[in-house]
T-cell receptor
């Protein structure tokens, strides 16, 4: 779904480095989410935002922070990357309503050495 | 919080046969249950979802059933085809926040 984009698509970094993953959407959705995916664990919610002034922690927020710069942009930061943050990261968006559905971006593959 | 368990973790079926994946959830307030399909190297894509006001929903070869009393829901794929091979995830959420809790996934392989 080209309406939700993530940059970079792949990133290799070293332990202790700060890294930012970016998500942009042209769907006009209010709600945005960050998930990480590890083999055998499904997707786990890191942070979510229901509008520009709203930020909420998910299941596994430790070691991460987020910024909702605009309705269309939601960034995820790793302040000091560690190897167990190596994972596939997905951004998702949704619009509140009776038929609300989440749409995922293409993912960012992160390797922390 | 919500805990979603998904079984089996892997499933191999002969082309043309049916595939069934089952999920259980713990939060009785959950009322939204989507299923996502993820092909290798790609993003999860919604294939079907069900809300708690119905017990079954069909879309061509795919159906989902929900038993709120027992807190479980299932995905049924009939007449499987090679392009059905993928990882399938179930999820559950409350409709007031749509914070999805995912199962661990089922890798489905359709043998030609």
């Amino acid at each position: 779904d080209a309406d939700v984009t993530q940059t970079p698509r792949n990133r290799i970094t070293k332990t202790g480095k700060r890294i930012m993953l970016e998500c942009s959407q042209t769907k006009g959705h209010d709600r945005m989410y960050w998930y990480r995916q590890d083999p055998g664990l499904g997707l786990q919610l890191i942070y979510y935002s229901f509008d520009v002034k709203d930020i909420n922690k998910g299941e596994i927020s430790d070691g991460y922070s987020v910024s909702r710069q605009a309705q269309a942009k939601f960034s995820l930061s790793l302040e000091s990357a560690i190897p167990n943050q190596t994972a596939l990261y997905f951004c998702a968006t949704s619009d509140p309503g009776p038929q609300e559905t989440q749409y995922f971006g293409p993912g960012t593959r992160l390797l922390v050495l | 919080g919500e805990n979603v368990e998904q079984h089996p973790s892997t499933l191999s079926v002969q082309e043309g046969d049916s595939a069934v994946i089952k999920c259980t959830y713990s939060d009785s307030a959950s009322n939204y249950f989507p299923w996502y399909k993820q092909e290798l190297g790609k993003r999860p894509q919604l294939i079907i979802d069900i809300r708690s006001n119905v017990g079954e929903k069909k879309d061509q070869r795919i159906a989902v059933t929900l038993n709120k009393t027992a807190k479980h829901f299932s995905l049924h794929i009939t007449e499987t085809q090679p392009e059905d091979s993928a990882v399938y995830f179930c999820a559950a959420a409350r409709s007031n926040d749509y914070k999805l809790s995912f199962g661990a996934g089922t890798t489905v392989t359709v043998r030609a």
